[in-house]
């Protein structure tokens, strides 16, 4: 029997945006916003964070940011009975596309570059699961989709939430029971 597919988004799924986010508000605002002020947003959402978008096109961003906790050691033990595609919308920042590569070849060496998809449009997927942190792609998917908490996304309720990476190794246990 073939493998069913996981599609995995990047930022805020397996790469930490928010962080480094946090500092550039900082130090443009002198002072970090609390988790109250950023709940049902996104950092550039916040007065005085409007600059902060622009940043995503500057080279080198994507290139050093934090590993999501959990997220190697889960996603080295699904890949022995899934297909993992790391799936992410690269194609509004072009700069991000070298850095997104590099970053994948340095900390997910087991996915082969076969499975990077660097897209525009994430409703052309066509996999069994997608785990990412934007309600707008888990409309349009046709799987299971599977919602990972963000600061964004808290008020949501109709898709299946994963709060860390040992939440989703969890849930894919329960799946492999039940074959
Ligand atoms: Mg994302």
Redesign the pocket.
Known sequence: MPKKRIAV?????IARVVPKFLDIFEEQNNYRPTDTELHGKKVYHLPGGENIRKKLHDPGFFADLPVMPHSQEVLRNLHEHYEIYIV??AQEFRNALPDKHDWLQKHFPFIHWKNYVFCGDKSIILADYLI???VF?LETFQGKGLL?S?SHNLDENRFTRVNDWLEIQTFFNQQIDTH
């Open positions: 988004d990047m930022d805020e799924v992410t919308a990412d942190d934007h792609n990972f963000a």
